[in-house]
């Protein structure tokens, strides 16, 4: 990792540089420069370990550790998951190339019929999901991967990391299975977050080894539905945000209205700018010494992905024709995600890797490697422009993608995307193990209607600078930047 010219504190890491500086008895000063950022005159070092090492005056230092992040997507088509699905995870989640995260997004999971969008939740086919991709991670250490770490809401099946010993109010405690004997614990991996929406699903994993040496905390969820009407969940987006140590994360997996016609990239386009306005993570009042970001740009590092739907805006038969050629190049000149955020419209200032596969979307059918719609022909069978359809960007320093590629399972009539990107997170250290520096408790979990019980509320007495930099952080975050357009109402099939 390499790091050049002067270390700089980002504002979200001088609240707990401030906080730290109190706790030690010194006073908090802003640095003279420009008001928004805090510079260390100091100079860093490596330690024996290649981490980054920025000291403090007490002893302490910040250390960035390196962190690898897999993100992958699949629209599986309203398919449930089956047994033999296995080498075709194998084959989505690289194992040979492991990470420390896995955030996997899924759209579809329950096909998107009347009865499924404006019905009950059902949580049969994200147990299924989370069951497969368990034991599929953890295949060669025979142990379980949902545990009571996992709290699981009584009304759906959203899971989240506890964290802690406080007790929320309707939790229950789940296993889904028991190791049938021990093997290696650093391959472990946990099941950190799960939320579903409709056909929307989202599921974080962690190695259970980094569960011990660093801090995890404030794991939160969200969902926004805007599809039909603009409130229905056949459309939208379901996130997750969490905090390691001195970072903050943000996953969101998304999928957006379908159709090739010209302005359907608007819809899609708007729906970006909804799920930006109306994600939210509160925060509570006995947490506020632990300020999280609330909203999705609020963060450190930001993962979108999921079923975008953006399409190449060029006739079908030349289309095709670049697919056969390998002409990726000049097949993305014609792409609407990317024209969408070079004209400002959407994404702006966020990142993509260089895409060197084939169009993703739509297959004729889950056992061909034939695009629907072309020759031959089968009977009834729609036409649909080969497309980028599935893919994922990130926003936030600090980030590096070392791979993106798509798997070539069959399952469905779109073929998995995944990247694997190389980030740090932020950890403070004493000299002193008895020394007081930054806690980061975890806060309440993000389930609408849900209280926390046996948690008393703080006093106010936080000091006047420190609140005043937080409000000013939070009232300087960017907005999200989109080209509304016209809104069409009606859904097409996608």
Same mark, same amino acid.
């Given at each position: 990792?390499? $790091?050049?010219?002067?270390?700089?504190?980002?504002?979200?890491?001088?609240?707990?540089?401030?906080?730290?500086?109190? *706790?030690? #008895?010194?006073?908090?000063?802003?640095?003279?420069?420009?008001?928004?950022?805090?510079?260390?005159? #100091?100079? /860093?070092?490596?330690?024996?370990?290649?981490?980054?090492?920025?000291?403090?005056?007490?002893?302490?230092?910040?250390?960035?550790?390196?962190?690898?992040?897999?993100?992958?997507?699949? %629209?599986?088509?309203?398919?449930?998951?089956?047994?033999?699905?296995?080498?075709?995870?194998?084959?989505?989640?690289?194992?040979?190339?492991?990470?420390?995260?896995?955030?996997?997004?899924?759209?579809?999971?329950?096909?998107?019929?009347?009865?499924?969008?404006?019905?009950?939740? !059902?949580?049969?086919?994200?147990?299924?999901?989370?069951?497969?991709?368990?034991?599929?991670?953890?295949?060669?250490?025979?142990?379980?991967?949902?545990?009571?770490?996992?709290?699981?809401? &009584?009304?759906? !099946?959203?899971?989240?990391?506890?964290?802690?010993?406080?007790?929320?109010?309707?939790?229950?405690?789940?296993?889904?299975?028991?190791?049938?004997?021990?093997?290696?614990? &650093?391959?472990?991996?946990?099941?950190?977050?799960?939320?579903?929406?409709?056909?929307? $699903?989202?599921?974080?994993?962690?190695?259970?080894?980094?569960?011990?040496?660093?801090?995890?905390? %404030?794991?939160?969820?969200?969902?926004?539905?805007?599809?039909?009407? #603009?409130?229905?969940?056949?459309?939208?987006?379901? +996130?997750?945000?969490? &905090?390691?140590?001195?970072?903050?994360?943000?996953?969101?997996?998304?999928?957006?209205?379908?159709?090739?016609?010209? #302005?359907?990239?608007? *819809?899609?386009?708007?729906?970006?700018?909804?799920?930006? *306005?109306?994600?939210?993570?509160?925060?509570?009042?006995?947490? !506020?010494?632990?300020?999280?970001?609330?909203?999705?740009?609020?963060?450190?590092?930001?993962?979108?992905?999921?079923?975008?739907?953006?399409?190449?805006?060029?006739?079908?038969?030349?289309?095709?024709?670049?697919?056969? !050629?390998?002409?990726?190049?000049?097949?993305?000149? $014609?792409?609407?995600?990317?024209?969408?955020?070079?004209?400002?419209?959407?994404?702006?200032?966020?990142?993509? /890797? +260089?895409?060197?596969?084939a169009p993703t979307y739509k297959y004729s059918s889950p056992n061909r490697n034939r695009y629907s719609g072309g020759f031959p022909s089968r009977s009834g069978e729609k036409i649909r422009t080969p497309a980028w359809c599935d893919r994922i960007l990130w926003c936030g320093k600090g980030v590096k993608q070392l791979s993106y590629f798509r798997s070539e399972s069959k399952f469905s009539d779109h073929r998995p995307v995944s990247a694997l990107f190389s980030t740090h997170i932020e950890v403070i250290k004493s000299a002193d193990p008895t020394a007081n520096i930054i806690s980061l408790p975890p806060t309440i979990p993000p389930l609408h209607h849900q209280t926390i019980s046996g948690i008393s509320q703080e006093a106010e007495g936080k000091t006047t600078l420190l609140k005043l930099l937080v409000q000013d952080i939070e009232a300087s975050a960017p907005r999200a930047t989109t080209s509304l357009g016209s809104w069409l109402s009606s859904e097409q099939d996608s």
């Open positions: 990792m390499e $790091f050049k010219g002067k270390l700089v504190a980002r504002p979200r890491r001088c609240r707990k540089w401030f906080k730290w500086r109190r *706790r030690e #008895g010194r006073d908090p000063h802003l640095s003279d420069g420009e008001g928004d950022e805090w510079d260390n005159d #100091g100079e /860093g070092e490596f330690s024996k370990d290649g981490d980054f090492v920025l000291p403090t005056e007490s002893g302490s230092c910040i250390q960035n550790n390196e962190f690898r992040v897999f993100v992958g997507t699949w %629209n599986v088509a309203g398919r449930s998951p089956l047994g033999s699905l296995d080498v075709d995870l194998d084959d989505w989640l690289n194992l040979k190339d492991s990470a420390d995260i896995y955030v996997l997004g899924f759209q579809e999971i329950v096909p998107l019929k009347a009865k499924n969008v404006v019905g009950a939740e !059902d949580e049969v086919p994200a147990h299924k999901w989370n069951t497969l991709i368990g034991r599929t991670l953890n295949k060669k250490c025979g142990c379980p991967w949902l545990t009571p770490l996992v709290h699981r809401s &009584s009304s759906n !099946d959203d899971y989240w990391y506890e964290g802690s010993s406080y007790n929320f109010e309707n939790a229950k405690p789940v296993v889904i299975d028991q190791p049938s004997e021990p093997r290696s614990f &650093s391959n472990e991996y946990k099941l950190m977050a799960s939320k579903k929406m409709v056909g929307a $699903f989202i599921s974080v994993w962690m190695k259970k080894e980094l569960l011990k040496k660093y801090c995890v905390s %404030n794991v939160k969820l969200c969902s926004v539905a805007c599809g039909i009407m #603009g409130y229905l969940g056949n459309k939208g987006a379901v +996130s997750v945000s969490m &905090s390691i140590e001195g970072t903050s994360f943000c996953f969101i997996a998304a999928h957006l209205a379908s159709g090739e016609k010209t #302005g359907d990239e608007l *819809r899609r386009n708007h729906q970006v700018s909804e799920i930006f *306005r109306r994600t939210s993570f509160p925060r509570a009042r006995e947490n !506020d010494d632990n300020p999280h970001p609330r909203t999705i740009l609020g963060h450190d590092r930001i993962f979108w992905f999921g079923d975008l739907n953006y399409r190449l805006c060029l006739e079908d038969s030349l289309a095709r024709k670049l697919v056969q !050629d390998k002409d990726w190049r000049a097949l993305q000149e $014609f792409d609407q995600l990317r024209k969408e955020r070079e004209s400002g419209g959407v994404f702006q200032g966020w990142r993509e /890797g +260089s895409i060197e596969f």
